[in-house]
């Protein structure tokens, strides 16, 4: 059973940096492309960046671009999100997900909040 665990999360002010991370265990972490995802209360959960297996292939919303990057360490099993530039509409629940392809499945981690104060 695959488990994800995030990390990183905190209070940050308009324009600061936050590096989050999400150490996988349970299965064979670089057999599977990773993702990002956030989700703002009331609201639906929200693309933010997706990895390939290797790292070679990165994806990112079109409110984060410029702005975020995902990187992975296959030999630590760890995802990362590197947040700068941070604005307070970024403000949300983090989430690390288990890509199938480039599909999101049902792994998800527990989550961890960003809050961006103006």
């Known amino acids: 059973q695959v488990s994800l665990v995030e990390s990183g999360g905190g209070l940050v002010q308009a324009g600061g940096s936050l590096r989050l991370s999400c150490a996988a265990s349970?299965?064979?972490?670089?057999?599977?492309?990773m993702g990002w995802f956030r989700q703002i209360q009331g609201k639906e959960r929200e693309f933010v960046a997706s990895?390939?297996?290797?790292?070679?292939?990165?994806n990112y919303g079109d409110s984060v671009k410029g702005r975020f990057t995902i990187s992975r360490d296959n030999a630590k099993n760890t995802v990362f999100l590197q947040m700068n530039s941070l604005k307070p509409e970024d403000t949300a629940v983090y989430y690390c997900n288990l890509l199938d392809g480039w599909v999101s499945t049902d792994y998800w981690g527990q989550g961890t909040q960003v809050t961006v104060s103006s």
């Open positions: 990895i390939s297996r290797g790292g070679g292939t990165t």
């Open positions: 349970g299965g064979t972490f670089s057999r599977f492309a």
